[in-house]
T-cell receptor, first 116, second 112 residues
Framework: GAVVSQHPSRVICKSGTSVKIECRSLDFQATTMFWYRQFPKKSLMLMATSNEGSKATYEQGVEKDKFLINHASLTLSTLTVTSAHPEDSSFYIC????????????FGPGTRLTVL | KQEVTQIPAALSVPEGENLVLNCSFTDSAIYNLQWFRQDPGKGLTSLLLIQSSQREQTSGRLNASLDKSSGRSTLYIAASQPGDSATYLCAVSGEYGNKLVFGAGTILRVKS
């Protein structure tokens, strides 16, 4: 199966700071990457869909100015949580998809964000 | 709007028991359905993917069925083992691999 990495795996930051999370597809070119958020004991909620070279499409209720997504290449997408607050603390998971591969998204291992 | 429901929310069984996890979805116009496994604090591992034209998929001790018209899927785990303990998530896709809608998951604990 395809490999998707995320960095960092865990981050703790102070309220008001910005945090960048990287998502990389290591062995294939991802035409589309997805960002999900998961609260404890809850399911994954899609935040946004990003296509390489174009602006991300955000789901209803997700603030695009707070969660900045950049899909600079076919192997890298970044999520920046700007001016983080304690309520942004969550588990963020990315996935990568390629139309040339199977009909499935390949998920990263997730990033645990804790905002103090 | 597609909604996915998983029952039960949690399940605890003794080792060796066969078990069934249930998933239902409100909009039958799906492209495929997937079952994932998630260990605590980890990402997702895809277990089985069923295309909308298929009725079931099998992998080892796992068997997933799909009844698209009734909006239901089941994941059958045979001869459960403690290593099967995890959260199992069901997700449906309404387009070509895009926009997965997830259920809340079933937390499975297999006791040795």
């Amino acid at each position: 199966g395809a490999v998707v990495s995320q960095h960092p795996s865990r981050v703790i930051c102070k309220s008001g700071t910005s945090v960048k999370i990287e998502c990389r597809s290591l062995d294939f070119q991802a035409t589309t990457m997805f960002w999900y958020r998961q609260f404890p004991k809850k399911s994954l909620m899609l935040m946004a869909t990003s296509n390489e070279g174009s602006k991300a499409t955000y789901e209803q209720g997700v603030e695009k100015d707070k969660f900045l997504i950049n899909h600079a290449s076919l192997t890298l997408s970044t999520l920046t949580v700007t001016s983080a607050h304690p309520e942004d603390s969550s588990f963020y998971i990315c996935s990568a998809f390629s139309e040339s591969r199977t009909d499935t998204q390949y998920f990263g291992p997730g990033t645990r964000l804790t905002v103090l | 709007k597609q909604e996915v429901t998983q029952i039960p929310a949690a399940l605890s069984v003794p080792e060796g028991e066969n078990l069934v996890l249930n998933c239902s979805f409100t909009d039958s116009a799906i492209y495929n359905l997937q079952w994932f496994r998630q260990d605590p604090g980890k990402g997702l591992t895809s277990l089985l993917l069923i295309q909308s034209s298929q009725r079931e998929q099998t992998s080892g001790r796992l068997n997933a069925s799909l009844d698209k018209s009734s909006g239901r899927s089941t994941l059958y785990i045979a001869a459960s083992q403690p290593g099967d303990s995890a959260t199992y998530l069901c997700a449906v896709s309404g387009e070509y691999g895009n926009k997965l809608v997830f259920g809340a998951g079933t937390i499975l604990r297999v006791k040795s």
